[in-house]
Structure formats: structure tokens, C-alpha cells
């Protein structure tokens, strides 16, 4: 390869290596902001949590509470941002694995994010799609597929939703996390474990419910709390989605980086040998040209 061409390589490697820093620091300090946000939901929690003490919910029949249908709702989390490692399909082995665990023809699929979408449509599997996360309109988009999945718990075309979807556990490590969503009797059962008792510690019932007067009915009740936290629980996993996406993209840009500047070593060494070719080259052909006027002259 000739030197001009080694240094233009270089260049852009160089140039490339500068471009692939900026973007790890850009995830680095995206992932660093959002985390010091999630502090908030301890305190929605913390609030949220003592509208369940009001009345006993655990025993009202209702879908939101128990399993009425033995369909398995995934709804599965993608990011549509490119430099992941791999983590979508992760995410999307997971749920397959679920699925088959439960019965592929007895589950019903929510994908978020258009690279999600795609997948599930290459392989001609049926689901309900909707638009990547974008932290301008995470709330919005929490609400939007809670109205989804709820609306089919109710007609019960689900029974127990669960969502997959991938969890930061440091910056520089991610898992694949399966949650439950739906139903969420534990919410309103004082005495099993669940984010409602962490924040209560077990104080137990304001009233039963065959002891108030109530203006709504107990359904409504249920389905306006539980709304209200599948909404909460969402957005929680959608900043979960993005801070997971933030890390993998920033430890997959180092990892690329590295690997580029071992690249430009090889190019710097390859350009300091030929620069050194061509030198010497020009000192032979200089020698030997003065060798050859030097003759010249003699035989004259």
C-alpha cells in the first residue's frame, strides 16, 4: 500500500476513534443523569402506597387480581438506538424462551420499539407493536400500553402479563429481567411481599370491605389503583430500558475503540516502515545516480 494511502487511512481512523469517544461519553453522561432521576419513584411509592391501605382488594373477583384465561401476555422491551452488543436479541430470546415454556399458542405478544417490531414480523410472529421509548414522552408512552394491556386483561384475552425487558445493573453490566405485572393481587394483600408492603412494612387494613360505604364501585377502585401502578411500573422499566441501553451502548463503544486503536497502532507502524522505505529508496537512487555521473566523468 503506498504511504499516501497508509496517512489517509490513518486519518480517518484517528478521526473515527474521536467520533466513537465522543459517542461512549455522550451514553456515559446520559446513563449518569437518568440514574440520579430514579430516586423519585421510592417517593411516588412511598405516597402511592397508602391509597392500598384504604380497603381489602385481594378478595374482589376481578381479572386485575386473579388469572381468568391461561393466555400468557409478553410484552417485550427493544431500543431502536444502534451499538447495543446484542441486547435486543437478548431481550427478545428471553421472551421466545417464556413463550415456549408456556405454550407459543397460548401467548400473546406487546413489543415496544420498532426494532423489536421488526424482528417479530421477519419471523411472522403475531404481536401488538408500538414505537420506540424516547425519553421526551416516556409517560405518555406508559400510559398508552397500559390502556393496551389492561383493556385485554379485562376482556380477558390475557390472564398474567409479565414484561422482559433489560435491567442496568451497573454501568458497565446489564441482565435480562422478567417481571410480573398482571394480575397484582400482592399489591393488595397485606400479608404477601411485594412493593407495596416494602413501603408500608406490613401496617395492615384501614377498613374490610364489607364494613364502608364506598361512592365507587370496589372494581373501580381496583382498577383505577392498579392502573395508576402498571402506569408507574412501566415508566420505571422504560428508564430502566434506556439506562441498560445508555450502558451497553457506551461499554460496546469502548470495546470498538479499543479495537480501533490497536488498528491505528498497526497503521502508525505500517506508515513509519514505508516512510522509511521510501527514504532509503531515494538514498539508492541517489547513490546511484551519482555513482553513474561520477563514471561518467571518469570515462570522459
Known sequence: MQLSELRKE?????????????????????????????????????????????????DVDDPLVRVMTDVLGIVVITSDSGFMGGLNQGVIRRAQAEADRHGSDRTAYVVVGDKGCGTFEDNEVEFTGFGGINQETIYEQALAVKDHIVKEVLAQRMGKVI???????????????????????????????????????????????????????????????????????????????????????????????????????????????AAHELIDKGMRESFASRGKTKRRRSAA
Open 163 to 273: 414484561i422482559v425487558y433489560p435491567r442496568p445493573l451497573s454501568f458497565s453490566a446489564q441482565t435480562i429481567e422478567t417481571i410480573n405485572l398482571l394480575p397484582c393481587a400482592e399489591l393488595f394483600d397485606e400479608e404477601a411481599e411485594s412493593e407495596v408492603t416494602q413501603h408500608l412494612g406490613h401496617k395492615g387494613f384501614m377498613a374490610d370491605a364489607r364494613k364502608i360505604i364506598v361512592e365507587s364501585t370496589l372494581s373501580d377502585m381496583l382498577e383505577y389503583l392498579s392502573g395508576v401502578w402498571v402506569t408507574s411500573k412501566l415508566f420505571e422499566v422504560f428508564e430502566d430500558s434506556k439506562l441498560a441501553e445508555f450502558s451497553a451502548r457506551a461499554m460496546h463503544l469502548e470495546g470498538s475503540g479499543q479495537t480501533l486503536e490497536k488498528d491505528r497502532a498497526k497503521l502508525e507502524h505500517k506508515c513509519f516502515k
Open 10 to 58: 490513518l486519518q480517518f481512523n484517528t478521526e473515527l476513534v474521536q467520533l466513537i469517544e465522543t459517542l461512549k461519553n455522550i451514553a456515559a453522561a446520559q446513563y449518569h443523569v437518568m440514574e440520579k432521576e430514579k430516586e423519585r419513584f421510592d417517593r411516588f411509592m412511598d405516597a402511592f402506597s397508602e391509597f392500598f391501605r384504604v380497603v381489602r382488594l385481594v
